[in-house]
């Protein structure tokens, strides 16, 4: 029975020290709760199993923005280049509106001369699909800029080519004989176009969208000879032994002369006036009347009278003669003679370089 006892109570002993171990085992001791570090071994910690709960998630439908519709037509009152009225068109009619109001040509004018260029003859494109687009979005009432490409190039190849056909030069007036006269064409001033300032005024024309007529601007020029710088004309007839003097075509004067014998004719054809001596002296020329002939100072016996009047013709004059009985026949060697008084008055009146015609 005691046998039985001490059975019981070693059984009973080692339940409690079970007990004990257990409590040790999970329990964490006061030290170690405090973060403490002591000569007994401290367990791991439990571990946790975390329970995640997944929520169904609800998806929302989204409701979709309603989008607007563009108008049809363009707001009241909408221009495009400060001119074409857009407002109430549908895009294709103001499309068209506005590409008719580009395409208007531009008058250019010339006198009595009336031209017409095209924005397209001048290289000129107007944006007009951008313009139109804008149109449509801007508040009624608003003005569309309609821009334009206008190459500068272009517009001068054109304005080249206009005063290839208007300018001019001037034309000198022109001296000739008709009916033994001297008649004067008339002159004709030269003309040439202001190509910068036409330049200016079409690219203008196209930039801004104005089509008033264009006065194309010229320059004049004056010739170098008119009618009234002809000045003065000498005019010879052989056959009646005549000098007509005429200021232009208007006739001054005429003196009797004396022209050359048939032997030494007078040469006839336009010359003119090469040099001009006060008192000459007389040299024999080179012909056979005067082989044994010596010079001749001046005075009252030289050949030449008091003046001398050189002409192109070689060694032919008008000149004086101490002769007057010889004027009005064909005595002389090929001189012109004239009265003493009256060569003096003519070579007072006329100058180097001033025509000579002599005729039959």
Avoid at 201 to 208: A, E, P, Y
Wanted: net charge positive; charged share 20%.
């Amino acid at each position: 029975m005691r046998r039985g006892f001490s059975f019981l109570l070693l059984a009973g002993c080692l339940v409690v020290g079970v007990l004990s171990a257990g409590l040790l085992v999970g329990t964490p001791s006061a030290d170690a709760q405090e973060g403490t570090t002591t000569g007994t071994t401290t367990a791991p910690p439990p571990t946790t199993t975390t329970t995640t709960t997944t929520t169904p998630t609800t998806t929302t439908p989204t409701t979709p923005t309603p989008t607007v519709p563009r108008p049809s037509t363009i707001a009241a009152g909408v221009t495009v280049g400060g001119q074409v009225l857009v407002g109430g068109l549908s895009p294709a009619r103001a499309t068209a509106e506005v590409k008719a109001f580009f395409a208007r040509p531009v008058t250019l004018r010339l006198g009595k001369v009336t031209l017409r260029a095209t924005p397209n003859q001048l290289g000129a494109a107007a944006y007009v699909g951008e313009a139109v687009k804008r149109a449509r979005i801007v508040a009624p009432g608003k003005n569309v800029p309609l821009k334009v490409s206008a190459p500068q190039p272009r517009i001068e190849r054109y304005v080249r080519a206009l005063a290839r056909r208007f300018d001019r030069a001037a034309v000198d007036s022109q001296l000739s004989l008709r009916n033994g006269k001297p008649f004067v064409t008339k002159e004709q001033p030269g003309r040439r176009l202001r190509q910068a300032t036409a330049v200016r005024d079409l690219f203008r024309s196209l930039k801004i969208h104005v089509r008033d007529p264009i006065a194309l601007r010229t320059d004049t020029f004056a010739p170098a000879a008119t009618r009234s710088t002809i000045g003065d004309v000498i005019v010879i007839d052989r056959s009646v032994n005549r000098l007509s003097f005429y200021d232009g075509q208007r006739l001054r004067r005429t003196f009797g002369v004396a022209t050359g014998a048939s032997r030494y004719p007078t040469p006839l054809g336009r010359f003119e006036i090469v040099v001009k001596w006060r008192n000459p002296w007389w040299y024999p020329p080179q012909s056979d009347w005067a082989k044994d002939a010596k010079p001749i100072p001046p005075g009252p016996g030289n050949p030449l009278g008091t003046r001398w009047m050189g002409i192109s013709a070689p060694a032919v004059g008008i000149h004086g003669t101490p002769d007057p009985a010889s004027i009005g026949y064909s005595v002389s060697h090929g001189c012109i003679r004239m009265r003493i008084p009256e060569v003096e008055w003519l070579f007072n009146q006329v100058d180097v370089g001033t025509p000579v015609y002599i005729v039959q």
